[in-house]
């Protein structure tokens, strides 16, 4: 099992492009987190999914910010516009249940986000 | 709301020394308490859960609701212990997701 698998592992924009990041959770599992992690700061929430829904995104910004995970394919986080702001890594981890398993989420390596 | 604090952005010891990296937090419920460590250019790995305690790698951590701590402790520091430490809080939310909320993190720094 490859575990959690996030692309690319780094990823440079200019202001005002677009920012796609990729996640494509363990086999089996159907439940994805999105979490940023700002310089010199803790993880944060941003996103919760399910295959095809979006169940809790309370941590999102309210704008520029989407998430997806379609029925096939990586659950995808998109930033438009982005600003130096935006600069972060960003974690995706998933899990087999909608709680914490056992061994808790696996999380992937991240995307780091620079913004230039 | 939650909070999760780590006082210790850094945490130096000497191989073979006793190890305590210190986590509070404020919760209203009944907290679950995590251990997440990051090894060098590695992903994040879950560590320890309070619910399970269970020793990883020689470490514990024990959940002490009066004083709302759950300190991660190891009698003798490894070199391979270095590394980032996060902890982290559960809490259920209204929408049916399990959020995690972290602290900021303390580097271990093992010195031989």
């Known amino acids: 099992n490859a575990g959690v698998m996030q692309n690319p592992r780094h990823l440079v924009r200019r202001r005002g492009q677009e920012a796609r990041l990729r996640c494509s959770p363990m086999?089996?599992?159907?439940?994805v987190y999105w979490y940023r992690q700002l310089p010199e700061e803790g993880l944060k929430f941003m996103v919760y999914?399910?295959?095809?829904?979006?169940?809790?995104e309370s941590g999102m910004p309210k704008e520029r910010f989407s998430a997806e995970f379609p029925k096939e394919g990586p659950s995808i986080l998109r930033i438009q516009q982005v600003v130096r702001g935006d600069s972060a890594a960003y974690f995706c981890?998933?899990?087999?249940?909608?709680?914490?398993?056992?061994?808790?989420?696996?999380f992937g390596s991240g995307t780091r986000l620079t913004v230039v | 709301a939650q909070r999760v604090t780590q006082p210790e952005k850094l945490l130096s010891v000497f191989k073979g020394a006793p190890v305590e990296l210190k986590c509070n937090y404020s919760?209203?419920?009944?907290?679950?308490l995590f251990w997440y460590v990051q090894y060098s250019r590695q992903r994040l790995q879950l560590l320890l859960r309070?619910?399970s305690r269970e020793s990883i790698k020689g470490f514990t951590a024990d959940l002490n609701k009066g004083e709302t701590s759950f300190h991660l402790k190891k009698p003798f520091a490894q070199e391979e212990d270095s590394a980032m430490y996060y902890c982290?809080?559960?809490?259920?939310?209204?929408?049916?997701?399990?959020?995690?909320?972290f602290g900021k993190g303390t580097k271990l720094s093992v010195i031989p």
């Open positions: 086999k089996g599992h159907s439940h």
């Open positions: 309070h619910i």
């Open positions: 981890a998933s899990g087999r249940l909608p709680g914490l398993t056992n061994y808790g989420y696996t």
């Open positions: 982290a809080l559960s809490r259920p939310s209204g929408a049916g997701s399990y959020q995690l909320t």
């Open positions: 919760y209203s419920g009944s907290p679950e």
């Open positions: 999914l399910q295959k095809e829904n979006i169940i809790d």
